[in-house]
């Protein structure tokens, strides 16, 4: 029999093999039997082949990088080898991350090529118009300033460049056409600014932030001045050659950062975890290792760093004084036991005395000749005894008042040793909810308000109000109030982001404030929290109660302070109510 060639001829030759051989016709043997006959390899069921190349087709192939990565996928699906195309995938993002790090050299190039390539559609004012807007805004913070270079760069490149012009893409090989007069002296002046913006951003976004490398630091700045001079050709391939080599030494100093940072996180880590080992009492720092903690476990933000300084500096002043006030009440009882110890040694030395008086009178009144003299003997002993019972007396007194003031001074230290366990968590917060209260609020709204101008960032403030709360208390009791406010706080918790900032401003009333959010997406965050609270209802003895609320959200201007725009939140919100509640409005 000849080999059956068209996928017709090997569904037949299947059926009849099924027969022939008294297999069941499922589809499985089926499968297995026709890739037999073909030769073939079934593909795995498992594996979502349509999917995954879907998404290898979706991804850029503009580079030779990103090229390789389209075939190493390719070949991983055609192999159903799922693990190579996730390790192809993953080793692709992370070689991204890696060379995004401190690309300034290679951005940088890039910009001086791209700024003398003609794009169409792109005049070099619209261009120096674009790169002063990037340079305006984020100036202040290198990473934003080179993730904007590289999206305005990425932007002029997906301009068709014109004929005779050199390749955008072709990153790796940064050389520039100097040595064309025509190119350089295009236009002269431009190509100066060009040159001076290399510098200053090599004097300010470098050097600056190489504080700890000083020889680094000063080879920036070197390179600074280099470029100012450099204007031939040759002086200018030189200058890019030592510029490699910087680039190449803050590589390696990022990697050190790196796992100099690790190895200090790591080391935090240990210490947090057997910090019960450390300190004898761990129950007032049970607030402070969950800060740190919380810190460590997520990436590593300003803002974080801050806010947990800002609490535990608080919570350190407050328990700096209760302990204070603990050490004071403990030394005055170390104090009264002292001199109730002094006492009962006295006392023990007055009785002692007492018994060498009672042996002295046993001898006289055996020596006594008559009644006379006995019955002065009889007037010593009762007045010392009446002395010691006097003694006693007082001495019994003393350690009633004594233990009285123990029992007192023990139930000021518990009191104490309570108010720092809180303090350790509350300071700050809501202690119903756990959110920021006012005072926390305005602390955070401060930050805010001065991180949004220093970023040129916009930022929106939101004030939410349950709708008919006080119906809810009335009919089913303040205890289900409260547990409601805790729901609703841990909702807004779980929905929005974390550096979303979620503070409880009166009774039933929330702020949220959200930075880097535009007035439209506020909008939709706030619509977002309405639908997850209808979804995840609030239980009350197993019944469910949903809980509704109105928003009022405000975008912060630069005339705005806390207090004008809060109020605008407030009007707002007031609007949602008087329009039918359960509403968000926005100003
Ligand atoms: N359970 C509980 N209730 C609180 C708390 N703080 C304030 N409240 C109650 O919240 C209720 C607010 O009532 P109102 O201001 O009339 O508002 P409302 O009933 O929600 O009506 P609208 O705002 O118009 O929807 C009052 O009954 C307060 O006593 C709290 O911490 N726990």
Not at 90 to 117: C, M, Y
Not at 340 to 348: I, K, N, Q, R
Not at 451 to 467: E, N, S
Not at 566 to 577: L, S, T
Request: glycine letters at 4%; one cysteine or more; proline letters at 3%.
């Amino acid at each position: 029999m000849t080999n059956p060639a068209t996928p017709f001829e090997i569904a037949r030759d299947t059926l009849k093999q099924l027969a022939q051989r008294r297999i069941a016709p499922t589809p499985d043997n089926y499968l297995t039997l026709y890739h037999e006959i073909a030769g073939t390899k079934p593909a795995s069921q498992d594996f979502p082949e349509r999917h995954l190349r879907s998404l290898a087709a979706a991804l850029p192939k503009g580079s030779p990088d990103q090229m390789r990565l389209a075939r190493q996928l390719d070949d991983a699906v055609k192999n159903a080898n799922w693990e190579s195309y996730q390790k192809h995938l993953t080793t692709f993002v992370g070689s991204l991350a890696e060379s995004q790090k401190l690309a300034w050299g290679e951005l940088i190039s890039d910009l001086l090529r791209q700024w003398e390539a003609k794009h169409q559609g792109l005049t070099a004012a619209r261009k120096r118009e674009s790169l002063e807007h990037v340079l305006g805004a984020s100036a202040s913070n290198p990473d934003n300033l080179f993730n904007r270079l590289q999206g305005l760069l990425r932007s002029w490149g997906q301009g068709r460049e014109q004929e005779g012009n050199v390749a955008v893409n072709d990153v790796d090989t940064p050389k520039i056409d100097l040595a064309t007069p025509s190119t350089a002296s295009s236009d002269p002046e431009l190509l100066a600014e060009l040159r001076e913006l290399f510098a200053f951003t090599l004097e300010t976004a470098i050097a600056t932030q190489l504080i700890e490398s000083p020889q680094l630091s000063s080879d920036a700045r070197q390179l600074a001045a280099d470029i100012r001079q450099a204007r031939k050709a040759d002086e200018m391939q030189a200058f890019l050659t030592r510029l490699k080599r910087f680039a190449f030494k803050l590589e390696l100093l990022a990697e050190d950062q790196g796992e100099l940072r690790n190895s200090l996180l790591g080391l935090l880590r240990l210490l947090v975890e057997n910090m019960t080992e450390l300190v004898i009492d761990d129950r007032w720092l049970h607030g402070q290792i969950e800060v740190v903690r919380e810190i460590i476990d997520k990436p590593l933000s300003q803002r974080a760093i801050d806010d947990a300084e800002r609490r535990l500096k608080e919570v350190l002043f407050k328990q700096s004084q209760l302990k204070a006030s603990l050490f004071e009440t403990r030394e005055a009882i170390k104090q009264m036991l002292t001199g109730f110890v002094d006492h009962l040694a006295d006392f023990a030395d007055a009785t002692s005395d007492y018994h060498d008086k009672i042996e002295s009178f046993a001898d006289k009144i055996s020596a006594a000749d008559n009644i006379s003299q006995l019955e002065s003997v009889l007037g010593e002993v009762m007045r010392e005894t009446r002395n010691i019972q006097i003694n006693a007396q007082r001495s019994h007194d003393e350690l009633r008042t004594t233990q009285q003031k123990v029992r007192e001074s023990e139930t000021r230290i518990r009191e104490l040793e309570l108010e720092l366990e809180k303090t350790s968590v509350l300071v700050r917060h809501d202690q119903l909810t756990g959110v920021l209260n006012r005072h926390g609020l305005e602390d955070m709204f401060e930050k805010e308000i001065s991180r949004a101008q220093r970023h040129d960032t916009v930022m929106c403030v939101a004030l939410l109000d349950i709708d008919n709360f006080k119906k809810l208390n009335d009919s089913l009791g303040h205890d289900a109030g409260d547990q409601a406010l805790i729901h609703l706080a841990t909702v807004c918790r779980h929905t929005l982001r974390p550096q979303d900032t979620i503070a409880r401003y009166g009774g039933e009333e929330f702020i949220i404030l959200l930075p880097e959010t535009n007035l439209k997406d506020a909008v939709l965050v706030l619509t977002r929290l309405q639908r997850e609270l209808t979804k995840k209802f609030f239980l009350n003895d197993n019944d469910k109660v949903l809980i509704t609320f109105s928003a009022g959200v405000t975008q912060m201007t630069e005339q705005d302070n806390q207090g004008s725009v809060i109020k605008r939140a407030d009007e707002a919100m007031y609007e949602a109510k008087q329009t039918g509640k359960n509403r968000v409005v926005s100003r």
